[in-house]
């Protein structure tokens, strides 16, 4: 008894096994049915139906006889099929089981639908790699307001607002500072219409921008802008860190600075704390990333606290401005630490008593000291640094101040003394800029700024709805931050005095953070939080870019970058975050954050660029698969955002923007060149798509101009049985004569069905594909399977190429075995090549010893190209030698002309004409005529005319049609009593020893039915020897009578030899030894000129009009280039090719 079981039911059916071995088929169905036919037990009695529940299935089992030998129980006689189909059992999908494990069910794609780690992008998955990497993220996912929302804001806002707005308000004015935030806030909102938009076109996995980008715009755009982006990243990371330095050193804890003095001290003490900073940061990020998203919402906390301080201290300033009051030497700020008097001098138990002030200008305290000229002429006046929102301030700071390196910060309205001549030694009393300033410089360093309006797509992953929380995140965020931005401008203006704001680093407020002085409750309020906020963002820079850096390497598009996509066993990329430190610390050593700001501004800038192209690429081409969730979007947007981020790049500095420029494009370029192919289906493969399509349109509307010809070479590859080219020097001769330029075709011929040989077409065109990149030939491969080769090379001729863009040249390999009939590409089908080469009017090119041209990576050193100029067939002689002259391999080789003088033809003019003809041409060649005057025929021309006709004779005596074998064959098989067999011998039957080597081998074709062969013999090389003939019949395989195989064998010695004694009483034709004398001729005169000359090129003539003479035209061809070692024959395609005008 068997067990059997229906798996979707779950439930098991007992079978009985019959004496006969056969396995009974167990019934399972959802409904309750009968059996239909009787269970059969072990002795053969029979059982009683009995009824199962399950799914309808039928399920056969595997028994075996005594002997231990399976047998299959299956009806089906190929059962490999039906077990690869267990696993669809129950589906009612037996219709599709085979095209299953390719177009997977709908049921199941859904389920993915539901569950969304990575939706599959089609069938056929073309993104293995990247699904393979991405593991499930589970649930609780995170909402528009804290997964996009939060974090953008906390992004956008941080070390600029803090520790520089106000000196661009105080430096710009109200106006222009208004005029910049303005600028570079809808830069990166207009940037974030066409983000949001590419965000909802499908699904974002993470990745953020850079995934966008590189889908959208391909991998070679993707790569560059990618790695400007983790550029931008990284120097972030860096400006964060010199921000926290910053704010450590002049307003927490000045006592720490290692480094004291000047300027340079400052500096130095800079890049020994952000060294140290940078270390301890990668530390963090290298123990533990969760660590630094659980402190993300501390960071932010102190970012939103800082801002409602500042709105509070501006609410409070209207009622009850606080005191920080200002010392003003005449017009100029004086730096003024704590308890420091904003006097000269004071009275004091009646005694007048100078202040610390005069021992700074003056060399004494007494009052007859020597002091510094202004000091003495102006008064000291101390003024309130912030008079509060409710004062006329703003009129003042209205407009911009800017001013040179080491300018003083001076009051504009206020009365001073100026004087002659100037000290420096006094400056460091009093505030002063420490940079020169202007507009654009302003831009560059205020851009910062307002990045990270992507901090919301890198988070795609994790969001609960990304299509919707990008787009409505984003944009808030952007919207919100750019009202307090402008909000603060004018705020700013409003209630800070004007020398305060251009004081960069408070010290006219005792050294207090100048935004600070504004606070409420108290300045330490933003000091500890833009501390933090700056350290924060320190951190998720240096966590972010080494994870950019990771994916871009895993993606295999920039080869030398694959190291870093490796890291710790849980992923984190160890050598990428050790990377990231590095060039970190390179902006770290740069020391200032106004320098470093401009350059990561530059990245940024250019990536925003490239998502709003995007964008507007994708709508223009409408594609169908662009089809965002968020409609809110337009091209003209797009195009606006992308030449607003390219102006704010050049407004802030244009060299830096030439340099990210720079470093993009050679990006680029390495990834074009060396990088992995990726098709992800982006947009510049359309708009190349779409352009190409616009070019051939307006090429068709005419044929070119002779300036423009050039060789549009289709050039024919005979394969081998592997599917391998058997002549690669021909692509190696058609890179060096195209030099990539124009079109190239690359085709060959696979005779048989499509059906039968797609596979080997696959692997011929792969194979070419490979070859035509080792051999560097640009162009595209074609393969044709067709009935005959004569039939796929005529269609090839006929179709290849797309509307304007068609081959106007046909380059292929002399065929070297011609005389061999079981060739392939036999004389036959070459003749007719040429035949529909000119009928075509198409150039036809054809390279003899095709072997022993040189490789790409040969260079003649010396040499000549011998052209020789029989006819004039469009110029096509001139022309190839000119460009071949361009490549390496042929460039110190001298063209040489050769032109043929007859009887009447005045050889000195020839040859002063041909010189001016080529001095017009503007190619430089020697010029040289050959007098080939007309003489007798020789003997050894006569003599190979008549070995040439005979062998064409007797080939056309042995050859039987088609239609005639076929009517033999079924005579034969009427008269026969015995079965044919598919295999047959053939041996000679009428001809003798001697015959044999004047008559080649005829091709042998197998047919299904053939009993003998009458056409076969052996391949010509040399003449006649013997006119006798032996007949000897062939090995039948069948019953034949007596009767009969008397009379076959009469009948072909009689046919034999009355048909050879034809042929040997023949004569020449006449026209025939005319055109032999002259190939003997030219071929001697041609080997006397050059025969050792690296490339000879012959006019090639034209086969005959009357197609029973194409062998003869094989064996001119031959005798006119024997003893030659490099030669190409060119026939013209009927037009002019080459011009002497402009």
């Not at 491969?781 to 304007?804: E, F, K, N, Y």
């Not at 001095?919 to 005319?945: C, G, P, Q």
């Not at 598919?982 to 053939?1010: F, H, M, T, Y």
């Amino acid at each position: 008894m068997l067990r059997g079981t229906c798996e979707s039911a779950r439930q098991v059916v007992l079978a009985k096994v019959p004496p006969w071995g056969f396995a009974t088929p167990i019934v399972c169905s959802r409904r309750s049915h009968r059996w239909p036919f009787p269970l059969l037990a072990a002795d053969g009695n029979k059982e009683e139906p009995r009824q199962a529940w399950a799914f309808p299935a039928l399920a056969f089992v595997k028994t075996s006889h005594g002997d231990g030998i399976p047998r299959e129980s299956s009806p089906f006689i190929n059962n490999d099929s039906m077990e690869r189909g267990n696993i669809y059992e129950g589906k009612n999908m037996a219709l599709f089981e085979e095209e299953m494990d390719s177009n997977p069910m709908v049921s199941s794609l859904l389920n993915k639908l539901a569950n969304y780690t990575n939706v599959t992008q089609g069938v056929v998955e073309h993104e293995e790699d990247e699904d393979s990497k991405r593991k499930e993220i589970k649930a609780p996912r995170m909402g528009t307001f804290i997964g996009v929302y939060l974090p953008c804001l906390q992004n956008i806002l941080g070390v600029i607002l803090f520790l520089r707005l106000t000196w661009i308000v105080g430096t710009a004015g109200v106006l222009e500072s208004f005029i910049i935030v303005f600028m570079c806030c809808s830069g990166t909102l207009l940037t974030a219409i066409s983000m949001s938009a590419i965000a909802t076109n499908g699904v974002v996995p993470a990745g953020g921008s850079y995934y966008m980008i590189s889908r959208s715009l391909g991998p070679e755009f993707g790569g560059a802008v990618g790695i400007c982006f983790y550029l931008g990243t990284t120097f972030a990371g860096a400006m964060y860190i010199l921000g926290t330095i910053e704010i450590l050193l002049k307003y927490i804890s000045p006592n720490a600075a290692i480094f004291e003095g000047g300027e340079e001290a400052m500096l130095n003490n800079m890049r020994v704390y952000g060294t140290c900073i940078l270390a301890l940061m990668a530390l963090v990020v290298f123990v533990g990333v969760k660590y630094v998203n659980k402190l993300a919402l501390v960071f932010l906390a102190c970012v939103i606290l800082s801002i409602f301080a500042i709105y509070a201290g501006v609410i409070k300033t209207a009622f009850e401005p606080p005191i920080f009051p200002v010392c003003l030497l005449g017009n100029r700020t004086l730096v003024r630490g704590t308890d420091f008097p904003c006097v000269k001098y004071y009275e004091e138990n009646n005694m007048t008593v100078t202040t610390k002030l005069w021992e700074n200008f003056c060399d004494s305290p007494l009052l007859n000291a020597s002091c510094d000229e202004y000091f003495m002429l102006n008064n000291v006046t101390e003024i309130q640094g912030i008079p509060g929102v409710a004062s006329r301030v703003l009129l003042d700071n209205l407009w911009s101040v800017y001013g040179d390196k080491f300018a003083i910060v001076e009051k504009q309205d206020q009365p001073s003394v100026p004087v002659l001549e100037e000290t420096d030694a006094k400056i460091k009393y009093y505030v002063y800029s420490d940079i020169m300033t202007y507009f654009t410089m302003l831009v560059g360093i205020y851009f910062p700024s307002v990045t990270g309006i992507m901090a919301g797509s890198n988070r795609s992953g994790d969001l609960r709805d990304a299509q919707k929380a990008i787009p409505t995140g984003t944009i808030l965020a952007i919207l919100t931050t750019s009202f307090i931005y402008l909000s603060c401008i004018v705020l700013f203006g409003a209630c800070i005095e004007g020398v305060v704001l251009r004081d960069k680093f408070g010290q006219a407020v005792n050294g207090n953070l100048v935004i600070g002085t504004l606070a409420w409750p108290s300045p330490w309020v933003i000091v500890i939080g833009s501390f933090f906020s700056t350290c924060g963002a320190g951190l998720q820079s240096l966590t972010g870019a080494p994870r950019l850096l990771q994916a871009i390497a895993r993606d295999g598009i920039v080869p030398f970058l694959q190291v870093f996509g490796h890291g710790k066993a849980n992923g984190e990329p160890t050598w990428a975050l050790l990377l990231t430190a590095l060039i970190c610390e390179i902006g770290i050593l740069i020391a200032s954050l106004d320098s470093v700001a401009p350059i990561l501004s530059m990245f940024f800038l250019m990536c925003y660029l490239f998502v709003n192209l995007a964008c507007a690429v994708q709508t223009l081409l409408r594609t169908p698969n662009w089809r965002p969730r968020f409609k809110y979007y337009h091209w003209t947007l797009s195009f606006l955002g992308m030449s607003l981020c390219l102006a704010l790049m050049f407004i802030c500095s244009w060299y830096y923007a030439l340099v990210a420029m720079l470093i993009a494009g050679c990006i680029y370029k390495y990834i074009e060149y060396r990088g992995a192919e990726k098709e992800w289906g982006d947009g510049i493969r359309g708009l190349s798509l779409n352009a190409a399509r616009y070019a051939l349109l307006r090429v068709e509307q005419g044929p070119p101009h002779t300036k423009n010809w050039r060789p549009q070479v289709l050039v024919l590859l005979n394969l081998d049985s592997e599917q391998v080219v058997k002549h690669p020097r021909l692509l190696s001769f058609t890179s060096q004569l195209k030099a990539g330029k124009g079109l190239t075709i690359v085709g060959s011929v696979l005779p048989g069905i499509y059906l039968d040989k797609f596979t080997e077409a696959q692997r011929a065109e792969e194979n070419i594909r490979s070859l035509m990149g080792a051999e560097r030939t640009k162009g595209f491969c074609q393969i044709v399977v067709s009935s005959t080769v004569r039939d796929g090379i005529s269609h090839l001729i006929q179709s290849a190429g797309l509307g304007g863009m068609k081959h106007n040249t046909v380059l292929m390999a002399w065929p070297q075995s011609w005389k061999h009939t079981d060739n392939p590409f036999s004389w036959k089908n070459f003749v007719d090549t040429v035949r529909e080469t000119t009928a075509a009017q198409q150039a036809l090119l054809v390279a003899k010893n095709i072997d022993s041209f040189p490789t790409n990576q040969e260079r003649f050193s010396e040499g000549n190209i011998d052209v020789w100029w029989i006819v004039h067939d469009g110029g096509m002689l001139m022309l190839l030698p000119f460009l071949l002259r361009q490549h390496k391999v042929w460039r110190k080789c001298k063209m040489r002309i050769f032109t043929v003088a007859q009887m009447d033809d005045n050889s000195i003019q020839m040859k002063k004409d041909l010189q001016m003809f080529l001095y017009h041409l503007r190619i430089n060649a020697e010029v040289e005529v050959v007098e080939m005057f007309e003489n007798d025929i020789s003997a050894f021309t006569y003599e190979k005319t008549l070995v040439m006709e005979q062998r064409s004779q007797m080939l056309k005596q042995m050859q039987l049609s088609k239609n005639e074998r076929e009517r033999e064959i079924q005579s034969i098989t009427d008269e026969s009593r015995g079965s044919i067999r598919k295999k047959s011998r053939s041996s000679p039957q009428c001809i003798g020893q001697d015959v044999d080597n004047l008559l080649p081998n005829d091709i042998q074709e197998e047919e299904a039915q053939l009993i003998h062969d009458r056409n076969t013999a052996s391949r010509s090389t040399g003449m006649v020897k013997s006119h006798t003939a032996v007949a000897t019949p062939d090995k039948i395989q069948m019953t034949w009578t007596k009767e009969k195989l008397i009379s076959e064998k009469h009948k072909n010695k009689e046919a034999c030899l009355s048909s050879y004694k034809d042929i040997f009483s023949m004569k020449p034709n006449q026209s025939n030894v005319r055109r032999m004398h002259t190939a003997v001729k030219l071929n001697g005169v041609v080997l006397n000129k050059s025969q050792h000359a690296q490339l000879v090129l012959l006019n090639m003539p034209g086969p005959p009009k009357n197609r029973h003479g194409d062998e003869n035209y094989m064996e001119f061809l031959e005798v006119l280039t024997e003893g030659l070692n490099r030669v190409l024959l060119v026939r013209g395609g009927g037009r002019e090719v080459i011009t002497i005008y402009s």
